[in-house]
């Protein structure tokens, strides 16, 4: 199939038929979503059942969507950016009293292209960025988180080390942006840079600064793992986090950021699950071509397995780069990345999840979740319980040893030779 070719589902026979509708916008087959592709094409009851079995039910109903005020949606068609809002409950319980907090997401793609200067880049992602914060504001999101790399462009493919120059410290330009919004909307935000340490030789680190909602500092986690696959060459830039797996209590709950590639590792999600984290982050940059097909899955099943909630955050639109930079795969050099889907979206530790923002176009996704399906979830299903932490604390101890031998068992007639 053309790559450029979309699918038309006609709901009266059920054949998939080809159209040549062209989706170079990004999105899928000209909608925003998949889900809104199976909502425009199902008859409703299909679609009510097909919804339940992609997206979960949470407290055994289908999710439901949440209002916002008509300020952040004037915002939204002014600055046309998607606007999104659900709400996850728990069951009543009769000792504590429900622990709700609104909760936001920001996907965008870059202000100006990549060859302007980058105090104008800079400048410019700021000023896009501030009325979809302000909306979040007014929609009274308690805790923002934007996605990796939000001052630049993800210029990691390159290999140019002139991007560096984006690198600031902590409590630099970026940071004093967002604590003005933080104090003025009273919010939780969590700031994904390129940190420049200048107590430790200028040191470049994959950073999240979370800024706490009266606008002070209340730490820093550095990205984990990195990857080295494809065009993404970011230990060029900056070497694995050394912050272990902090998790952050503030004034809304306890959260932690998974910073990116750190989805692919369940370990990396368990330990902020043994930290107590109630609410996991994940801000990234990812290409359909790549990865599409785990993103609706990694997050979810670790909301499921550690009985927290995960924001997942992706980027959106192709960034081109004024000089073509070459893969180790053999094709020929490219001045692209790809494309970035969007389709950020939240999970729940009851398996719920939201339909995801829009492949292609700016978004704001906010979720009320009440805190207290974290326990509720982890004494339904005893996962805390149950796990044999012992166990694989032994197995790690021993493959880290250098005479590291696999459990094996061989089957002795595997090699015994017939008769």
């Known amino acids: 199939m053309d790559p450029n070719q ?65 300020s952040a949606k004037a915002l939204s068609s002014e600055h046309d950016f998607d606007l999104q809002a659900f709400c996850f409950h728990a069951d009543k319980e009769l000792l504590r009293e429900p622990r709700i907090v609104r909760v936001g997401l920001i996907q965008n793609s870059i202000a100006v292209p990549t060859t302007a200067h980058f105090l104008d880049q800079k400048r410019a992602i700021f000023g896009k960025l501030k009325p979809i914060i302000d909306a979040a504001g007014v929609s009274g999101v308690n805790i923002l988180c934007l996605q990796e790399a939000w001052t630049m462009p993800f210029a990691f493919c390159t290999r140019e080390k002139r991007w560096c120059e984006f690198a600031e410290p902590v409590d630099g330009e970026s940071t004093q942006f967002l604590q003005d919004l933080a104090r003025k909307h009273n919010m939780v935000i969590i700031s994904p840079i390129l940190e420049r340490d200048v107590n430790h030789g200028e040191t470049l680190w994959n950073t999240a600064v979370i800024i706490g909602n009266h606008g002070n500092i209340i730490g820093k986690h550095r990205k984990n793992h990195i990857p080295r696959v494809g065009d993404f060459n970011e230990s060029t830039y900056y070497m694995e986090g050394n912050t272990g797996h902090p998790v952050f209590e503030t004034a809304y709950g306890k959260i932690a950021v998974n910073i990116c590639y750190g989805r692919h590792h369940p370990l990396n999600w368990l330990a902020f699950g043994l930290n107590g984290a109630e609410i996991v982050f994940n801000p990234s940059a990812t290409v359909g071509e790549l990865s599409e097909p785990m993103w609706p899955i990694e997050a979810r099943n670790a909301a499921i397995a550690n009985s927290y909630f995960v924001g ?108």
């Open 312 to 419: 997942s955050i992706n980027r959106v639109g192709t960034e081109v780069f004024p000089n073509p930079f070459t893969s180790g795969d053999g094709k020929p050099q490219h001045a692209d990345f790809g494309h970035f889907y969007g389709s950020s979206y939240f999970s729940a530790p009851d398996a719920a999840c939201t339909p995801s923002l829009s492949r292609h176009r700016d978004g704001l996704l906010i979720s009320d979740m009440d805190l207290n399906l974290c326990r509720q979830i982890k004494d339904k299903w005893g996962f805390r319980m149950t796990a044999r932490y012992e166990l694989y604390a032994d197995l790690l101890d021993r493959y880290l040893k250098p005479d590291f031998e696999p459990q094996v068992i061989a089957d002795p007639m595997l090699h015994k030779k017939s008769a």
């Open 6 to 70: 979309n699918l038309t589902i006609d709901t009266e026979n059920g054949q998939v038929e080809e159209s040549t509708k062209p989706c170079s916008d990004g999105s899928v087959c000209g909608y925003d979503s998949l889900h809104q592709l199976l909502s425009a094409n199902l008859k409703p009851h299909l679609f009510q059942e097909v919804n339940r079995i992609l997206l979960g039910l949470n407290c055994a109903k289908a999710l439901e969507t949440n209002s916002v005020p008509e």
